[in-house]
């Protein structure tokens, strides 16, 4: 959405029990943010639980936020996310979506989800 991936959309299939999304510098995070000087190697976690995404920052050095400009904040432990808000890992900014009401679903069930 902003940052070093402006304007790319991405499907991220997440994996695991919890399903879950890596993001960071390293070349293992499921989402790779190699460009961004912002972003630890390991910097934050898409995961699912209880029936909905859930963001959480690994103790990355600059933080993990979620919200828009003033209605933004530096999280401290897993958050909640809802379809449409935005979060930003680094420099880099994502805005959690559903890729229709028929993905939605599947997604709930299997795991994925766009940002």
Known sequence: MNGPLDGEVMAIE???????ATFGRHDKCLVSLPDDPETSRKHARLLWRDGAWWIEDLGSTNGTFVG??????RISSPVMLHYGEIFRVGLSRFRLEALGDAVRNESRAFGEAAV
């Open 68 to 73: 828009e400009f003033a209605q933004q904040r």
């Open 14 to 20: 997440a994996f695991g029990e919890p399903p879950e």
